[in-house]
């Protein structure tokens, strides 16, 4: 053992092979000196030596982040579709454009996007007065749209003008979302008929890492 991990820790009288050493910190006037919490401290009851400098890394982990003012701590979404691109491709406008921004996008294959989920929102003062829930009808419809814009581009040769919204199955709803919330919804094409214009996709919605809502969609495309 070097002369830095000597003076961090010091061995327990030699003791028998049933019961275990016990590892304790001391100090040192030439050394640097370790403190850890108490509930730090049951992971340094160990024979291995490395235990000590993982409970270590720990704190030092966890200082840096407390170091970090919060507003710093999370990136922001990123944008591969603005607002203004959106209302490019789908032709929905106020009160019933739910997407706001596409934060990834693989052609003919899937979208991720997001929706702001604000007390301004018109659905708001009848859903409910008391207690703002998201209708559960509006997370389909904004998943939906996300699904449009996925099957109006090229790729896939969706028209604007022939695009419309043909049945969900196998929908779930797993938690409420609320005013405050930012509703994170992937839209994945799983199936094609381009003789019929007849899309499959599959779509998940989710608050942070919750999943909030689940569902097949069927989208079609042609004249009427």
């Not at 603005?82 to 997407?99: A, S």
């Amino acid at each position: 053992m070097s002369a830095t991990s000597s003076s961090l820790m010091s061995l327990a009288p030699a003791q028998s092979l049933s019961q275990p050493r016990r590892v304790k910190l001391v100090q040192s006037p030439t050394s640097l000196s370790v403190s850890l919490p108490i509930s730090r401290m049951l992971c340094l009851k160990s024979n291995h030596q490395r235990n000590l400098f993982a409970c270590c890394s720990l704190n030092v982990q966890d200082s840096a982040g407390q170091d970090t003012p919060i507003e710093k701590r999370y990136p922001a979404f990123p944008t591969v579709m603005d607002i203004n691109q959106i209302r490019e491709i789908l032709p929905h406008r106020f009160p019933f454009l739910l997407v706001d921004r596409v934060i990834e996008y693989n052609p003919g294959v899937s979208a991720v996007a997001i929706k702001n989920v604000t007390i301004n929102d018109n659905f708001f003062p009848g859903h409910f007065p008391e207690r703002p829930i998201m209708p559960g009808v509006l997370m389909i419809e904004a998943m939906a749209q996300v699904g449009g814009l996925v099957m109006l581009q090229p790729e896939v040769g969706g028209s604007r003008d022939s695009f419309f919204f043909a049945g969900i199955d196998k929908v779930r709803f797993r938690k409420p979302v609320i005013a405050g919330d930012t509703l994170v919804m992937r839209m994945t094409l799983v199936k094609f008929q381009k003789r019929f214009g007849i899309a499959k996709m599959e779509g998940k919605a989710y608050v942070g890492c919750d999943l909030v809502c689940e569902g097949e969609f069927l989208m079609a495309s042609g004249s009427v």
